[in-house]
């Protein structure tokens, strides 16, 4: 299992909320985390590790 990230990669808010996330990046596996506002409004976030941009 992948590690999990404690933050939100666009916003850097803590994921403690009902509805945040964390998934592996698609290009290069390294942990993304979405709070719930950014997911619901669709704020693009960008992996730290590749540069991979995703919604």
Do not use: K
């Amino acid at each position: 299992m992948s590690a999990r990230a404690s933050n939100c990669t666009s916003s850097g808010v803590p994921l403690a909320d009902l509805g945040s996330t964390s998934f592996p990046c698609p290009g290069c596996t390294e942990p993304i985390g979405r709070s719930p506002r950014c997911r619901n409004q669709g704020v693009l976030y960008t992996c730290p590790q590749c540069g991979f941009v995703g919604p």
